[in-house]
């Protein structure tokens, strides 16, 4: 089977939204970029979120979503939180 991989950009404000709660935290953390992962000759795709790792706990983000996954799509908080979960889970 052949998949075909391409990079997701990050929307620009949900970019500016995670950017601005690293630096108002003082982490220097770099969010990777999702992928478009789909097999040719199908209608089949999957979108793998953009991802960022802090103190082994995975945030995982989509573009246009207001969600913020936590190392797995069963769990989510509203990106306005995001500032106190991390505050919360920092070591």
Known sequence: MHLIKEKLDIEETLHKRIKNTLMFLNIKEKVKKGNIISIPK???????????????????????????????????????????YIKAHKN
């Open 42 to 84: 199908t209608n089949l795709a999957y979108i793998e979120p953009h991802k960022l790792t802090i103190n082994d706990i995975d945030y995982l983000f989509f573009n246009e979503c207001d969600n913020v996954y936590i190392n797995t799509l069963e769990e989510h908080i509203k990106i306005s939180e995001l500032e106190n």
